[in-house]
């Protein structure tokens, strides 16, 4: 084997695109500059970036690509990080260097294939031609392509070695698609290695939404954000653990709780969030709508579906059926009973606004439909975009709602919590009112007297109003929570 080619000394300064932080920049509504925090790729937008980073670092160390590319998976593609590991170590012994990561020390690797005629294949015994790499073992043509199509199938590392049992001789990327017959094996190869770039890169991760496929790449460097991703595909997602965007709880709590209510899916519980009995007449309803003043068509009782009472006690500032009553559950005989009361009171409300949420996907159809009312009496387009701006607030709200009552469920009560739980009622309350606004038939108008376009300019006036409020109070809620991580309001007790 030749000796390694003469190693490069990297310059005082150089950056590498990896930890390049973008200055691509965006407009905001308001017209002002801010950076963007990520960008969204497909599969192919990262083969470029990929080779730039695996180019760049041949060209330091003196090794070949796919060496490189080897080596890069282990540092999690933080080409600075290997560069100076290399440059740190001996040039004599640089053999125990690549036996850490069960690599041999290659300075070169083969990318043409040469043949043998009348040779023994080392798998089969059959004299036939045959190939080898520099290791001098020889294998046919169909033992190759078979033990390739069953390594791309069976193992995650983005790399082929020799099939000859403890040879560590690495195939170069242009020689195992060569030894591949199928199209589809080479396909599947090439996305083995496109996904060992995305999931040991600690600047990406893939979009955890259904058949999605992209990927999500972070600009600053430092996955900690005030919101979640927002992919194409509409999924919002947490960057840490790639679970739906859960603020205001962290990982590690937001685990632990969708664990115990994916525990409960199937059972009375899960029904209960669905199908309730009218508090007064003992009607059955079922929910079809994400607002949760409900009136009941038999009697026409208006209630809260959360609490089930008198939707005349949630107005005037007495929205408190987002507290949960410890004194309530005193009377019970068990204080196994009064755990399940406990856990049902957060469990009910978190899933009930996880339905409005999907029921709210209902709402932007019939709010175009609003829209289109609109613009047919006068209102231009532009002037109509304030309801699908209400909509996407209403489903932030929802959002932070249903994971509000996951953080309750886990908080000791304090003075702070008593704070936090009067934000909640604040936000719920005035997320209720805007869903019950976007759910008004507008062209009911029409059969009262009066200037309509008049009516529908003062339509436009609340909806924007308590949009602009409920945004303000998500904000107020949020920011508390975010204040009591930082000051350690929060004391979280183990449930289980």
């Not at 939707?311 to 500032?317: E, S």
């Amino acid at each position: 084997m030749s000796s390694p080619p003469k190693m490069r000394k990297i310059e005082k300064g150089v950056k590498f695109p990896q930890d390049l932080a973008s200055e691509d920049l965006l407009n905001n509504p308001n017209g002002t500059k801010v950076k963007q925090r990520y960008k969204l790729l497909t599969s192919q937008d990262l083969l470029p970036e990929m080779h730039q980073i695996t180019k760049k670092c041949s060209e330091f160390m003196g090794y070949p690509e796919t060496i490189c590319r080897i080596l890069l998976h282990h540092y999690k593609w933080f080409d600075e990080a290997l560069l100076e590991k290399f440059y740190e170590e001996d040039s004599s012994n640089l053999d125990a260097f690549f036996k850490k990561f069960n690599l041999k020390n290659q300075p070169e690797l083969l990318t043409e294939i040469d043949d043998y005629f009348g040779e023994d294949c080392g798998i089969c015994d059959q004299r036939i031609r045959v190939t080898s790499l520099e290791c001098a073992h020889k294998f046919c043509y169909n033992c190759w392509n078979s033990y390739l199509e069953e390594q791309v199938k069976s193992q995650a590392l983005p790399y082929v070695t020799c099939p000859q049992y403890k040879c560590n001789i690495v195939l170069s990327d242009e020689v195992a698609r060569e030894l591949m017959e199928k199209d589809a094996t080479v396909k599947a190869y090439d996305n083995l290695i496109i996904r060992s770039f995305v999931e040991s890169n600690r600047l990406m991760r893939w979009c955890p939404g259904k058949e999605c496929g992209r990927i999500v790449k972070l600009l600053e460097g430092v996955p900690v954000f005030d919101n979640g991703i927002e992919c194409e595909c509409k999924m919002i997602f947490c960057f840490t653990c790639a679970l739906e965007w859960h603020e205001p709880m962290k990982c590690e709590l937001d685990k632990k709780w969708l664990k115990q209510v994916d525990d409960d899916k199937g059972t009375y519980l899960w029904l209960n969030a669905y199908t309730k009995d009218c508090s007064k007449c003992n009607a059955a309803i079922e929910k079809n709508g994400g607002c949760n003043h409900m009136t009941c068509r038999k009697c026409n009782y208006e209630f809260c579906w959360i609490c089930l009472k008198d939707w005349k006690l949630h107005i005037n500032g007495n929205y408190n059926c987002n507290r949960y009553n410890e004194n309530d559950s005193k009377d019970l005989k068990h204080q196994g009973r009064a755990a399940v009361e406990r856990y049902l009171h957060y469990y009910n409300r978190f899933i009930n606004h996880q339905n409005s949420l999907k029921l709210e996907d209902k709402l932007k159809g019939e709010v175009q439909r609003q829209m289109k009312f609109l613009q047919d009496q006068g209102f231009s387009f532009i002037e109509t975009c304030f309801m699908l701006e209400a909509v996407k607030v209403l489903n932030q709200c929802r959002r932070t709602l249903m994971y509000t009552y996951g953080f309750a469920y886990y908080l000791e009560k304090s003075n702070q919590v008593e704070m936090f739980e009067t934000n909640q009622s604040d936000l719920e309350l005035a997320t209720e009112t805007l869903s019950g606004l976007l759910e008004k038939d507008l062209s009911d108008l029409k059969e009262e007297n009066g200037n309509l376009k008049g009516k529908l300019a003062n339509f436009k006036c609340e909806v924007l109003d308590k949009t602009n409020y409920v945004g303000a109070r998500r904000l107020l809620l949020l920011n508390h929570c975010t204040e009591g991580y930082e000051s350690d309001y929060w004391n979280f007790v183990d449930r289980n």
